[in-house]
């Protein structure tokens, strides 16, 4: 079977994610009332498990929503999703496994209170990582000028829901100019993060990035890289409010994110970037991987196969 083939598993069910597994009247259909996590393994190991589920309760609370299942119980559902997702397909490579729970079904209404019961749905699939050729270019970005990210007082991007409308609308603009990425600015014309990941750029000796203030999902390798992976690598990095005007006095400029951690990119519409051996920027990358290595060996526990 081929590896486009996605399993899923709709509250304990499993099934071919091309099912219908949720009710029409559900809210995350009906009004984006949902949240969500992405992890991906390495070397069939679930990497930054409690990580990302910190993350999720955060935007439970936020949303006053109930998760399903505590940590241990979903972890079994995980292990025994990607088990039949490796059993359907024969697929031995890394994953991609998506957890999203919205607050139900119920009456048509926005009223929280119509909702019956919070579901969750996983979704396995094949960890796509850019192709060879693509990191070695690095990727090219372009500034939004039609949209700006939402306001943290709207709707806070920090959390991690089923709206999703702005990243969209925003990474459409860009490659409608032919564009990898967005790069989008907050209302004070601030730097924030691109539609899909957290940015990085690289001063001299010194790495920055943007601060949660701006406006921007606190990433989890963003995180790592701050506190502990930088650090031990002996990299400088700070947070740092970042405009388009600093651009032409940046030396490098990266993406991070869980799926594909630390990618160089080439440039933000005319300003380039360098690239290649030497950079700060597979410094980091470098460092990244040995934590990895590390996380592996002490969590046997996370592997799901």
């Not at 909702?115 to 990727?139: C, I, T």
């Not at 991007?157 to 990474?171: E, Q, S, V």
């Amino acid at each position: 079977m081929s590896t486009a083939y996605i399993q899923a598993c709709t509250n304990g069910r499993l099934h071919d994610a091309r099912e219908a597994s949720v009710s029409p009247l559900n809210r995350g259909f009906l009004y984006g009332d949902a949240i969500y996590e992405v992890w991906r393994t390495y070397q069939g190991t679930l990497f930054a498990w409690m990580e990302h589920w910190r993350r999720l309760e955060q935007s439970a609370a936020a949303l006053g929503m109930t998760l399903p299942l505590a940590p241990e119980p979903m972890l079994g559902e995980i292990k025994r999703t990607v088990a039949a997702y490796r059993t359907a397909t024969q697929d031995k490579g890394e994953l991609y496994i998506r957890l999203q729970i919205t607050r139900g079904g119920g009456a048509i209404g926005l009223d929280t209170a119509l909702a019956d019961a919070s579901d969750y749905v996983l979704l396995v699939q094949p960890n796509k990582e850019h192709p060879p050729e693509k990191f070695r270019a690095g990727l090219n970005l372009s500034l939004t000028t039609q949209l700006r990210r939402n306001p943290a007082d709207a709707l806070n991007p920090a959390w991690k829901t089923g709206n999703y409308l702005n990243n969209i609308l925003c990474l459409r603009e860009a490659r409608a100019r032919g564009a990898d990425e967005a790069v989008i600015l907050n209302q004070a014309g601030e730097v924030t993060e691109v539609a899909v990941s957290n940015i990085g750029f690289v001063r001299g000796d010194e790495v920055l990035t943007p601060p949660l203030s701006a406006g921007l999902l606190a990433g989890i390798t963003r995180g790592l890289l701050i506190d502990e992976i930088a650090p031990a690598a002996g990299i400088k990095l700070r947070e740092a409010t970042i405009r388009p005007e600093d651009f032409k006095g940046l030396d490098e400029c990266f993406l991070l994110s869980t799926t594909k951690d630390v990618t160089p990119v080439r440039s933000i519409d005319a300003s380039v970037f360098k690239l290649g051996e030497g950079t700060v920027t597979l410094k980091l990358k470098a460092a990244f991987a040995d934590y990895v290595r590390g996380y592996i060996a002490k969590h046997p526990e996370l592997r799901v196969g």
